[in-house]
């Protein structure tokens, strides 16, 4: 089944869909951080301060410092060297793809299967197959943190037998601010997120090496682009402590809920699940839980219902989630 529901706000525990409430599973806002009272006070001074959004290139004469303030935030709260905002998660991934094809311009890319398109570059496409049959010697690999549609864990070793002259791009734009981003290898690592998802901003993060960073900066692809809206900025940058507060609620549901999940795919202490079966979102719905059921990225392809664990619910409706998964289980 594929449905829509056409509401003028944003979701938060409770939707109501075909005349009922249902606990609201689908989405990506994994902290539900619009609706945390510190985000919401630090956002009214960023429109305050800021009063429309700010077009104009991160080099004009004219700058402001709430960029580079978050950057240095990010870059210490991700134990990476420095960052790189950006307008958008798919305009990081490109922005990252142009620098590193034009470092090394004759050099082979692979990118992962099930590789989400930030990270596509023509006529380079996602691999066929398995992960685990994925050819990894390529100069340039290219891949997700964790799987999304499918929540599926990659980063399980191989990345540690990498080479110094490789270069591993990832997108974490289902990771970042969510659990751990942290990737032991030899090799150079970039990493691009969308900021929408987990940190509720209109905005995308690459992060690195200062090298790689300071080089980024300086191509005309960054450079062209317009930055992050700095109202948004300005909020995420002292909302901090909204995010510590939400980002804990949500290990304690995710782990919650991985201790006794049933009939679905998913990753141990990750707040999201998913399965192939058609039948388990009419299942969970009959339930109270409404999740995602809709073809990405290729909307030609079958529908999966796809669920996160907001840090909005209650660790009873974990309770009751995992219930209804057990049940379904001796359907």
């Known amino acids: 089944m594929s449905y829509q529901i056409l509401q003028n706000q944003i979701p938060e525990r409770l939707v109501s869909f075909e005349g009922k409430e249902y606990r609201w599973l689908g989405g990506t806002n994994y902290l539900n951080i619009g609706t945390h009272p510190l985000f919401q006070e630090k956002l009214q001074v960023g429109i305050r301060m800021f009063s429309q959004n700010w077009g104009s290139s991160r080099l004009n004469n004219y700058r402001m410092n709430v960029w580079e303030n978050l950057e240095h935030t990010l870059a210490i709260r991700f134990q990476v060297e420095a960052a790189a905002l950006c307008s958008s998660g798919l305009i990081a991934g490109q922005i990252a793809l142009q620098y ?3 470092k090394y311009p004759n050099a082979a890319i692979s990118l992962a299967p099930k590789t989400h398109p930030a990270l596509w570059r023509h006529p380079h496409k996602p691999a066929a197959g398995s992960f ?4 990894k010697d390529a100069q340039i ?22 080479s110094a002259e490789q270069t591993l791009i990832v997108d974490e734009s289902h990771r970042l601010g969510i659990v751990s981003t942290q990737i032991l290898t030899p090799a150079n690592l970039i990493q691009t997120s969308s900021l929408s998802k987990a940190f509720g901003i209109p905005a995308g993060i690459i992060l690195g090496k200062k090298s790689d960073i300071l080089a980024i900066k ?3 692809f960054w450079v062209g682009g317009s930055p992050a809206n700095p109202a948004y900025v300005y909020a995420s940058l002292h909302a901090q402590e909204a995010y510590d507060e939400r980002i804990g609620q949500s290990r304690l549901l995710a782990e919650a ?14 707040p999201a699940f998913s399965s192939a079966d058609t039948k388990l979102f ?19 392809a079958a529908p999966i ?25 001796k359907v």
């Open 100 to 102: 590193i094809t034009q």
């Open 132 to 135: 685990s049959e994925w050819e």
């Open 141 to 162: 690999l290219c891949m997700d943190g964790i799987g999304a549609p499918w929540v599926e864990e990659f980063l399980t070793g191989f990345e540690q037998n990498l």
């Open 218 to 220: 300086q191509d005309p």
């Open 257 to 270: 809920f991985t201790k006794n999940a049933m009939q679905v795919n998913y990753v141990k202490d990750y």
């Open 282 to 300: 009419d299942h969970l719905k009959s339930h109270g839980f409404l999740c995602n059921q809709f073809a990405y990225p290729d909307p030609k």
């Open 305 to 329: 219902c796809k669920a996160i664990l907001p840090a909005c619910l209650h660790v009873q409706d974990i309770e009751e989630l995992s219930q209804a998964l057990l049940t379904y289980e």
